[in-house]
């Protein structure tokens, strides 16, 4: 567990939640926010040794000649295939937990920071945080996000998507928050009730 100050904050959710709506909330209230899928990104174009082990496991064809990945390629290769998958986040989940925890060390006059991350419990990058929350809403109304947000996307694609990441109920066992992001509940309070809980360094009990 981290030290005491500040408070680490995870921000998870499945894909269509509006975990990324949430986050912006909180960094509208102040909460330096880290992006852990775009830092991800950047260390697989820029980090030289995540790009030779990546290189190495799926073929030179991951980057471009300009040098940056080939996201489309390595989706490809691994959207269907978990030893290469496992072996991918194997690589580049260290690289970013050592990313993080040097932002953290930049930021550490806040009171709380926060973690946005699709795999925030399946990279097991919970363990350097002190709470998490993860972002709730109905598979059909995520479906219905998903596809107005990208419509090159099918219904079909969405599932699988979602088959792949971790159920909803699982998530929400783990969490230590929720926030509902379910057109019903307004998010607004709550997140600012989280927001002020973490302010004043309450625990959970």
């Not at 990324?20 to 852990?36: E, H, K």
């Not at 219905?144 to 699988?160: F, G, K, M, N, S």
Request: charged residues 20%; glycine residues 6%.
């Amino acid at each position: 567990m981290p030290s005491s100050r500040p408070l680490l904050i995870g921000i998870t959710g499945g894909i269509g939640s509006g975990k990324s709506l949430i986050t912006r909330l909180f960094a509208l209230l102040g909460v330096p926010v880290y992006d852990a899928d775009t830092r991800a990104r950047w260390l697989m174009n820029q980090h030289p040794g995540l790009r030779q082990e990546i290189s190495g496991l799926i073929g030179p064809e991951a980057y471009f000649g300009d040098g940056s990945l080939n996201r489309a390629y390595m989706a490809a290769q691994v959207f269907n295939n978990a030893e290469k998958l496992q072996k991918i986040n194997s690589m580049v989940h260290p690289k970013v937990g050592q990313d993080f925890m040097h932002w953290v060390n930049q930021h550490a006059h806040a009171p709380c920071l926060l973690k946005e991350a699709a795999l925030l419990f399946e990279s097991g990058s919970y363990r350097q945080l002190h709470y998490t929350i993860s972002v709730v809403a109905p598979v059909a109304l995520r479906i219905q996000r998903v596809l107005r947000r990208d419509p090159h996307r099918t219904e079909q694609e969405v599932r699988a998507i979602i088959e792949k990441q971790m159920s909803e109920e699982e998530r929400q066992q783990r969490a230590s928050f929720l926030i509902y992001n379910d057109d019903s509940r307004l998010v607004i309070p709550q997140v600012l009730a989280l927001h002020a809980r973490f302010l004043l360094g309450e625990t959970i009990h």
